[in-house]
């Protein structure tokens, strides 16, 4: 059974950094695709990262240069640090596992997501 599990939520304030965890089981985690997708308060799904089995990434424009998508293969863990975060980054977060080594196949599991709030 694949499960995906986030941590590392919580309240920051603007300027602040956050790392999130994915623990992912269930499946070849260093054979698949991994991305982070958020949803805002009211708002829709929004595409934020995602990295392929080979270790090449892509981020949404609102976060590059601040938001950094790695994986830990021994350990079958996605992380994805968070920097300058900003009020528009509150959100909650959802690891998803992709249907194969890269992110264009689709997400086919996803976890039940951590909240990240920024706000003073």
């Known amino acids: 059974e694949v499960q995906l599990v986030e941590s590392g939520g919580g309240l920051v304030q603007p300027g602040g950094s956050l790392r999130l965890s994915c623990a992912a089981s269930g499946f070849t985690f260093s054979s698949y695709a991994m991305t982070w997708v958020r949803q805002a308060p009211g708002k829709g799904l929004e595409w934020v990262s995602a990295?392929?089995?080979?270790?090449?990434?892509s981020y949404v424009d609102s976060v590059k240069g601040r938001f950094t998508i790695s994986r830990d293969n021994a350990n079958n863990t996605q992380y994805l640090q968070m920097n300058s975060l900003k009020p528009e980054d509150t959100a909650v977060y959802y690891c998803?596992?992709?249907?194969?080594?890269?992110w264009g196949n689709g997400m086919d599991y996803w976890g039940k997501g951590t909240l990240v709030t920024v706000s003073l």
């Open positions: 990295m392929n089995s080979g270790g090449v990434t």
């Open positions: 998803a596992k992709n249907r194969g080594s890269w």
